[in-house]
């Protein structure tokens, strides 16, 4: 029983056809002057409409790159390369693809600050503002956050740019990590009025290994790989043809069927939340409200044990679930998320997350549930402390 769909969520078959079909049949390089070529510039291109199309995008505006990790750190290190000493603010609780870079920045002299989180898991927007300066570069919030689920207030934090346009005469450009959020949660670049926007196909269904970037018309930024003028010089190399034709496949399913999922999702994990709620002394660290939360992601923290013992015990009732972010969870040191929420250690070592996604039953779901119960009441039987 597969639950860990935010680490990764299995390839849809329609998603392996496509892969399969471009393997099989397409063997030029889009950059080819040949036939061939021109049969590959064309999967290429029409991957490019597809992903912009869902995105309310123009095709041009669409940087393919080998996933989220690469996508992010285009936006943050192209954003400050391309600029003279700019000012970088990401929320404190970013996937690590933004943390990183963002730290990496700060060594090499660049001005970064981290905006800091409210206990329910939602950047303070508050804080935030008091962070910017007239030469604030790039401002990044994650759309929906990878570990807790919640949705950042996007709306908000465009807003304060607008008016720092007014006070300043300049706005700082807006990226946003959306690859928890993207298709899960509906949107378009144009209302979220973001500059950069990230995309992961593997979140999705599709391949692991291929994403993009949104980069607005007009943004400049400054390639992380160079060597080649593929992608508008933004992402030199030969791009992984089958995956983007994989990538546009899962955007394809869930156009087709995301409304559908994504009340499914809903429903089933509320329905998993209730179950779960019956367990004592268990902490939510994904907050309740709908309306601010994406459909597919349950955290919660069993003070007392060891969030990655309770994964061993699950996977050995046939559940799998996670610790947190899939780039971390073989570490052994508490969520960053958690810790950025106000949780203590204990909690945060002690977390767990449950994420669904399109071939979830309520079979598994009430299955889940029941495992989970038995797996707590085990572990505390060993460990009473
Ligand atoms: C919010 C978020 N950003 C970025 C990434 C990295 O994406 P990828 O695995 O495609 O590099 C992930 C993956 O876990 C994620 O959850």
């Not at 063997?27 to 510039?41: F, Q, T, V, Y």
């Not at 995956?243 to 409304?259: K, Y």
């Not at 079979?363 to 029941?370: G, I, K, L, S």
């Amino acid at each position: 029983m597969y639950l860990d769909h935010s680490a990764t969520s299995p390839a849809l078959p329609e998603v392996v056809e496509a892969v399969r079909e471009v393997l099989e049949h397409v063997h030029g390089n889009p950059a080819s002057l040949h036939g061939m070529g021109l049969e590959a510039e064309r999967v290429l291109e029409r991957g490019r409409q597809v992903l912009a199309a869902s995105l309310g995008a123009d095709p041009s505006e669409v940087v393919f790159t080998s996933g989220g990790t690469e996508a992010n750190n285009l936006a943050v290190f192209g954003t400050a390369w391309a600029r003279h000493k700019p000012h970088v603010v990401v929320s404190a609780f970013e996937h690590s693809s933004i943390l990183e870079p963002a730290r990496r920045l700060r060594e090499m002299g660049v001005e970064v600050d981290f905006a800091p989180v409210d206990p329910e898991g939602f950047v303070r927007t508050d804080a935030l503002a008091d962070l910017l300066r007239p030469h604030t570069a790039l401002v990044s919030v994650v759309l929906v956050n990878n570990e807790v689920g919640t949705l950042q207030p996007l709306a908000e934090v465009a807003k304060l740019l607008d008016e720092l346009q007014g006070r300043w005469g300049r706005r700082p450009l807006l990226h946003t990590d959306a690859v928890q959020a993207f298709q899960h949660v509906p949107f378009r670049v144009r209302d979220l009025r973001a500059d950069l926007v990230t995309v992961s196909a593997h979140k999705l269904g599709g391949p692991k290994g291929v994403g993009a970037l949104y980069v607005r018309k007009g943004v400049r930024l400054q390639p992380l790989l160079v060597g080649g003028d593929q992608e508008r010089g933004l992402r030199g190399g030969t791009p992984n043809l089958p995956g983007i034709a994989g990538l546009a496949a899962a955007v394809r399913f869930w156009e087709r069927e995301g409304e559908r999922l994504r009340a499914r999702l809903r429903e089933l994990a509320a329905r998993l939340r209730a179950e779960l709620s019956e367990l004592s002394g268990l902490r939510w660290n994904t907050p309740p409200d709908a309306r601010r939360t994406a459909p597919h992601i349950l955290n919660l923290s069993v003070p007392g044990l060891r969030g990655e013992v309770l994964v061993h015990r699950l996977e050995r009732e046939g559940v799998y679930v996670s610790t947190g972010s899939a780039c971390h969870s073989r570490r052994a040191h508490p969520s960053h998320v958690l810790l950025a929420m106000g949780r203590s250690e204990q909690e945060a070592i002690s977390a767990v997350r449950v994420s669904l996604g399109p071939d979830t039953t309520e079979e598994d779901v009430a299955y889940a549930a029941e495992a989970f119960r038995v797996a707590v009441q085990d572990l505390r039987f060993l460990v009473p402390s």
